[in-house]
């Protein structure tokens, strides 16, 4: 059984950083093709969005414009984990963030669409204040 654990996240101040990451254990992402992890946010009252994704014998990483040239994701297919960098964190940034993995190819495209992803973590809450 494939489960994936977010570890990081916490309060900061506009302006600072913070870095989340994501443990899978159950499979061997080394072995699997056509891999994609990612980040999605929820924040109170509105949908989950797509944050950021980067894959494994594709193209990417992906990023939503809202976050581009501010966080950097990342993997680690040893380590089967994958980690999201954020810097110049925004009050909008704020949300509850969900590690996400799938692979054999993208069903719903493009890429930062949440029915893309069979796999979900539990969340970690980011909370960036004035």
């Known amino acids: 059984q494939v489960q994936l654990e977010e570890s990081g996240g916490g309060s900061v101040q506009a302006g600072g950083s913070l870095r989340v990451s994501c443990a899978a254990s159950?499979?061997?992402?080394?072995?699997?093709?056509?891999?994609?992890m990612g980040w999605f946010r929820q924040r109170p009252g509105k949908e989950r969005e797509g944050v950021a994704a980067?894959?494994?014998?594709?193209?990417?990483?992906f990023y939503a414009d809202s976050v581009k040239g501010r966080f950097t994701i990342s993997q680690d297919n040893a380590k089967n984990t994958v980690s999201l960098q954020m810097s110049g964190l925004k009050p909008e940034d704020s949300a509850i963030y969900f590690c996400?993995?799938?692979?054999?190819?993208?069903?719903?495209?493009?890429?930062?669409?949440?029915?893309?992803?069979?796999?979900w973590g539990r969340g970690t809450q980011v909370t960036v204040s004035f």
């Open positions: 980067i894959g494994t014998g594709v193209d990417g990483p």
């Open positions: 996400a993995a799938t692979w054999g190819g993208l069903r719903s495209p493009p890429v930062l669409n949440a029915a893309n992803f069979v796999f």
């Open positions: 159950g499979v061997t992402f080394r072995s699997t093709r056509n891999k994609y």
